[in-house]
């Protein structure tokens, strides 16, 4: 059976028993593009944006919807983005090159990171970044010179860590008080102060991020009415307007088809309220809503595809069935311990089961995708799609091994364009130096 709630909206299962995407045929995607392969399905993603913009539209009017880059950005995603339009989070100048490269429209991208160069804040201040998120004191100051030695007024974010624990794990949690993310609420003042006292900068909000693959959202209410109970404090002692809040993103999603995740019609009216609520308790204006969504946008979009090779049995003890990709693509597994759910794209329903561990290609024991899934018996060619991979996999892939970095189709009405080439041995040889 194929487990749609994983699969992107368009899987279907074809009447060769192949798995289809978008109206393409997998098994004829992983011939002619060849594997490791991840597709992206443009009508999960473009109706994940529409679902966003509206659900938070409908109860937060003067709300902006921003896709955290982080999660996977490639030019044609920031071309679907600001067609879509969504605003951009960035987190490196790498990034928000990209998103300038498609014309993204520059006041709707949010600048992030916990150690941004001076280099990258000098190209945000002359591209007209619309909001640069700062992180600490040490950046205050430096984009404070920075806007001074180029003549603008940059509008700025503070990133407070309201010391809330959103119960997820620890690699991706970020909002609470031991985290390398943002101003302690002990020090937030000072930063306000400071913000407020430069003539360089424009402090127009408070943003926080409590961490990523969330599943409970009362975490979110927790550091909201902390976030709201400082900027009213804040209002008072230094003038503070409050005119833009950030709660982040984070909101989780399905790996397995047992997970049950809040939908985004939840998270838009548990956050709406709470804002609405805080800052009528508060006397607050109402601040503009900016959410950052990333990994609920693109990860069920995006499916891995990937060629058995080789099997080794150990009797009594499991199955290694090794494919052509694995922690060089997709290093979630090693790194977090990610569990994932897979399908055989060319045999999806029948046959006979049997439990196997899906096996990387990479020099590491520790590179395994999937262990103990029971599947249709498999044979060296048969193709492996795993669902839920447009989330971290391929922002996070690397060389190792000296491996080549995957090719990427996005596919819509059966018809399927290359978003990103294959690399080549020249590409990856092409910065060394002899």
């Known amino acids: 059976m194929l487990p749609t709630s994983l699969f992107p909206r368009t899987a279907r299962v074809s009447r060769k028993n192949h798995l289809m995407l978008g109206g393409c045929d997998s098994v004829e995607l992983a011939r002619e593009f060849g594997t490791p392969l991840y597709v992206f399905d443009e009508a999960t993603l473009r109706g994940k944006c ?73 190209l945000a201040a002359e591209w007209g970044v619309g909001r640069v998120v700062v992180d600490n004191l040490f950046e205050l100051s430096l984009l404070d010179g920075v806007a001074k030695e180029l003549g603008v007024r940059q509008d700025i974010l503070l990133r407070i860590s309201p010391g809330v624990d959103p119960h997820t794990h620890a690699h991706i949690t ?109 006397g607050l204006a109402l601040p503009r809503l900016v959410v950052e969504p ?26 290694y069935v090794s494919v052509d990709g694995g922690m060089a693509d997709n290093i979630r597994p090693a790194l977090y311990g990610s569990q994932y759910r897979a399908v055989v794209a060319n045999k999806v329903a029948g046959g006979d089961l049997e439990k196997v561990t899906i096996a990387g290609k990479l020099c590491e024991s520790g590179d395994v995708l999937i262990r103990d899934i029971d599947l249709p018996r498999l044979e060296s060619g048969d193709i492996i799609a795993v669902p839920c991979a447009g989330a971290y996999c391929l922002s996070m892939a690397s060389n190792y091994n000296s491996s080549l970095k995957p090719p990427i189709v996005m596919v819509k009405n059966g018809k399927a364009r290359l978003i990103r080439r294959h690399q080549s041995y020249e590409d990856l040889m092409s910065h060394d130096l002899v």
């Open 50 to 122: 529409v679902e966003y913009r509206e659900e938070f539209a409908r109860r937060y009017p003067n709300s902006l919807v921003v896709y955290a880059a982080k999660a996977f950005i490639n030019r044609a995603l920031a071309q679907l983005f600001r067609e879509e339009g969504l605003g951009l989070d960035v987190v490196s100048g790498g990034e928000f090159t990209i998103a300038r490269s498609v014309d993204f429209p520059m006041e709707k991208v949010y600048f992030h990171g916990n150690n941004k160069s001076k280099g990258e804040l000098e």
């Open 174 to 282: 970020t909002g609470i008080v031991d985290s390398k993310f943002g101003f302690l609420m002990a020090q937030a003042e000072a930063a306000v102060a400071q913000a407020l006292a430069s003539t360089n900068l424009n402090l127009v909000g408070l943003h926080f991020h409590l961490g990523s693959q969330l599943f409970e959202l009362d975490p979110y209410v927790q550091a909201i009415d902390i976030c709201f109970r400082f900027a009213a404090d804040m209002k008072k002692k230094h003038g503070f307007r409050f005119q833009e809040f950030s709660p982040g993103g984070g909101l989780g999603i399905a790996y397995n088809k047992d997970a049950s995740p809040p939908a985004v019609a939840e998270l838009a009216q548990v956050i709406s309220f709470a804002v609405m609520s805080k800052s009528k308790e508060l």
């Open 294 to 319: 990333g990994r609920s946008i693109v990860g069920q979009a995006g499916v891995a595809l990937y060629t058995v090779g080789a099997t080794k049995d150990i009797p009594g003890v499991r199955k």
